[in-house]
């Protein structure tokens, strides 16, 4: 039967205490495991929403004994977040302590992972070190990351709700991270590296876009597993291999204020459809629905700013496919009555925008899907 674990963060001050719940259904000595997340940006609703209809139908695939793996849900990620509001406004994306965003920076380690398995760290190598067979070294790299985890002393709540989430996760074969857009059509970010093994959460997602990249600069929670894995691979390449280790995705489930049980509800299925395809569940596997747009890097989107200060118009809804001219937006000045457009420079698929609809010089409005590059360096927005 489902387990439910409790964790508790380091306080923020005295008298407070913030904790994590942790929901774990199906048999636990498989071998394999399954762990999704939702609110880590704790103003992010419809992921929450959708991890509540995921534990109910995990809950029911338990009792039928249907799940082939651990499934690990936590259908809120960030108990910090989530207790800030500022006259009445739920601010979940940055602690308020200090400024950082909860889904950047994440520790990443895959170069100490790689110097304790070599034996490079206080002299001590990991025992059952590196040979042939890729599943062993899995297990080499899986326990080296523990102990390093382990080993560190957050000295801030936020960097030991970080430092917790990889704990319970970095063992897992498929990491979902559940987030949501401001105004959105259902999108993935994940790993270059591990797209094909990705492609089918799309597919049954009904994704309009996904966005690859190897390392988005921003050591988002998604890529503290992709990235790390992936650079393992690269150091020992040659000599040693190294799976992808896990399929690690973030979901953006539309935008803030789509919340509604029949959306959660489809995605949950759309979910648990990927899951039995991946066979951590045993049942019927749903046929593939075709890919609604193919991949795209995520250094091939197109960001659009606003040229100036002024009541935002937009042009064109989420999701829709836009052709190179096409009008975005429209800023008024209200003062004046001047209107500025802006127009996209790229074909594809206009997958974000903002929900604001006053904006300053200068902020962003949203993003069109590229095929070629046009960003290097930090690809993610604030």
């Given at each position: 039967?489902?387990?439910?674990?409790?964790?508790?963060?380091?306080?923020?001050?005295?008298?407070?205490?913030?904790?994590?719940?942790?929901?774990?259904?199906?048999?636990?000595?498989?071998?394999?495991?399954?762990?999704?997340?939702?609110?880590?940006?704790?103003?992010?609703v419809p992921g929450m929403l959708v991890a509540a209809w995921l534990k109910t139908r995990l809950r029911a695939l338990e009792e039928a004994g249907s799940l082939r793996a651990e499934c690990v849900v936590l259908s809120?990620?960030?108990?910090?977040?989530?207790?800030?509001?500022?006259?009445?406004?739920?601010?979940?994306?940055?602690?308020?302590?200090?400024?950082?965003?909860?889904?950047?920076?994440?520790?990443?380690?895959?170069?100490q992972i790689g110097d304790a398995i070599e034996g490079r760290l206080n002299g001590d190598a990991i025992e059952g070190r590196l040979n042939g067979d890729a599943l062993h070294n899995r297990a080499v790299v899986r326990?080296?990351?523990?102990?390093?985890?382990?080993?560190?002393?957050?000295?801030?709540?936020?960097?030991?709700?970080?430092?917790?989430?990889?704990?319970?996760?970095?063992?897992?074969?498929?990491?979902?991270?559940?987030?949501c857009s401001r105004e959105a059509a259902m999108h993935i970010y994940t790993g270059e590296a591990i797209w094909n093994e990705a492609e089918p959460l799309a597919r049954y997602l009904g994704a309009r876009a996904s966005?690859?990249?190897?390392?988005?600069?921003?050591?988002?929670?998604?890529?503290?597993?992709?990235?790390?894995?992936?650079?393992?691979?690269?150091?020992?390449?040659?000599?040693?291999?190294?799976?992808?280790?896990?399929?690690?995705?973030?979901?953006?489930?539309?935008?803030?204020?789509?919340?509604?049980?029949?959306?959660?509800?489809?995605?949950?299925?759309?979910?648990?459809?990927?899951?039995?395809?991946?066979?951590?569940?045993?049942?019927?596997?749903?046929?593939?629905?075709?890919?609604?747009?193919?991949?795209?890097?995520?250094?091939?989107?197109?960001?659009?700013?606003?040229?100036?200060?002024?009541?935002?118009?937009?042009?064109?809804?989420?999701?829709?496919?836009?052709?190179?001219?096409?009008?975005?937006?429209?800023?008024?000045?209200?003062?004046?009555?001047?209107?500025?457009?802006?127009?996209?420079?790229?074909?594809?698929?206009?997958?974000?925008?903002?929900?604001?609809?006053?904006?300053?010089?200068?902020?962003?409005?949203?993003?069109?899907?590229?095929?070629?590059?046009?960003?290097?360096?930090?690809?993610?927005?604030?």
């Amino acid at each position: 039967m489902s387990i439910r674990d409790t964790h508790r963060l380091l306080p923020g001050a005295d008298g407070t205490a913030h904790h994590l719940y942790v929901d774990r259904f199906g048999p636990s000595g498989t071998g394999r495991k399954v762990y999704v997340q939702a609110g880590l940006h704790a103003d992010e609703v419809p992921g929450m929403l959708v991890a509540a209809w995921l534990k109910t139908r995990l809950r029911a695939l338990e009792e039928a004994g249907s799940l082939r793996a651990e499934c690990v849900v936590l259908s809120v990620a960030n108990p910090i977040g989530l207790g800030q509001a500022v006259l009445g406004y739920p601010l979940g994306r940055f602690d308020l302590a200090s400024g950082r965003n909860f889904n950047r920076g994440f520790p990443m380690l895959a170069a100490q992972i790689g110097d304790a398995i070599e034996g490079r760290l206080n002299g001590d190598a990991i025992e059952g070190r590196l040979n042939g067979d890729a599943l062993h070294n899995r297990a080499v790299v899986r326990e080296a990351w523990r102990e390093l985890l382990d080993k560190a002393a957050p000295r801030h709540p936020v960097d030991d709700l970080q430092r917790t989430l990889m704990q319970l996760s970095i063992d897992a074969d498929i990491v979902l991270d559940l987030h949501c857009s401001r105004e959105a059509a259902m999108h993935i970010y994940t790993g270059e590296a591990i797209w094909n093994e990705a492609e089918p959460l799309a597919r049954y997602l009904g994704a309009r876009a996904s966005l690859l990249a190897f390392d988005s600069g921003g050591q988002s929670f998604d890529e503290a597993h992709s990235l790390t894995w992936w650079q393992l691979q690269e150091r020992f390449r040659g000599r040693y291999p190294i799976p992808n280790g896990c399929v690690s995705v973030t979901v953006e489930h539309r935008g803030q204020r789509d919340v509604s049980d029949e959306l959660a509800r489809q995605d949950a299925e759309a979910i648990i459809s990927y899951l039995t395809y991946a066979g951590m569940i045993d049942a019927a596997v749903e046929p593939l629905p075709p890919l609604p747009h193919p991949a795209t890097p995520l250094a091939g989107s197109e960001q659009f700013y606003a040229p100036a200060t002024g009541v935002l118009l937009h042009r064109v809804e989420e999701g829709a496919h836009v052709q190179a001219g096409d009008e975005m937006f429209v800023v008024v000045d209200p003062v004046e009555g001047t209107r500025t457009a802006v127009h996209s420079s790229t074909s594809g698929v206009f997958y974000m925008r903002r929900d604001v609809r006053y904006v300053r010089a200068g902020d962003p409005l949203g993003r069109v899907t590229g095929e070629k590059t046009l960003r290097s360096g930090y690809l993610l927005g604030a």
